[in-house]
């Protein structure tokens, strides 16, 4: 099971490749990277939750956010109950940067980008994807 670090390493590594070096949006950067991880996205709620927040907290560093990652993330932060098998400093971490999101989101000093329908009914089927399906 991935750690809260690997997560986070994994979405930072994926900004800096698409969005620096490709010039992706921040809503591309971050489909393109939960297409590439998504059997350590459905790992379970704990690896979804981090996903969206490293997602969220690497957008909002550019002054955006995708809206499907605030979508997911309202819903995400309604459900913080995690798997038994996840570190407390995981938790901890996570928890952390939960509270940086929501001060973020408070300020309201960014940009919403839409996505369309086409790339959200992609990524609802990427969160349907199970390991054992492949």
């Given at each position: 099971m991935s750690?809260?670090?690997?997560?986070k390493d994994s979405v930072e590594?994926?900004?800096?490749?698409?969005?620096?070096?490709?010039?992706?949006?921040?809503?591309?950067?971050?489909?393109?990277?939960l297409e590439?991880?998504?059997w350590l996205l459905n790992e379970g709620v704990?690896?979804?939750?981090?996903?969206?927040?490293?997602?969220a907290l690497k957008s909002l560093e550019n002054n955006v956010i995708p809206?499907?990652?605030?979508?997911?993330?309202?819903?995400?932060l309604n459900e913080l109950v995690f798997e038994d098998y996840i570190k407390a400093e995981d938790v901890e971490q996570l928890q952390n940067d939960i509270i940086l999101y929501k001060e973020r989101m408070e300020k309201r000093d960014f940009k919403i980008l839409e996505t369309d329908e086409t790339w959200k009914g992609r990524l609802e089927y990427i969160f349907s994807l199970k390991?054992?399906?492949f």
């Amino acid at each position: 099971m991935s750690t809260y670090e690997e997560i986070k390493d994994s979405v930072e590594f994926g900004f800096e490749e698409y969005v620096e070096n490709n010039n992706y949006t921040a809503a591309q950067a971050s489909a393109r990277i939960l297409e590439e991880d998504w059997w350590l996205l459905n790992e379970g709620v704990f690896s979804k939750t981090t996903f969206f927040i490293c997602l969220a907290l690497k957008s909002l560093e550019n002054n955006v956010i995708p809206d499907f990652v605030v979508l997911k993330l309202n819903i995400f932060l309604n459900e913080l109950v995690f798997e038994d098998y996840i570190k407390a400093e995981d938790v901890e971490q996570l928890q952390n940067d939960i509270i940086l999101y929501k001060e973020r989101m408070e300020k309201r000093d960014f940009k919403i980008l839409e996505t369309d329908e086409t790339w959200k009914g992609r990524l609802e089927y990427i969160f349907s994807l199970k390991r054992e399906d492949f």
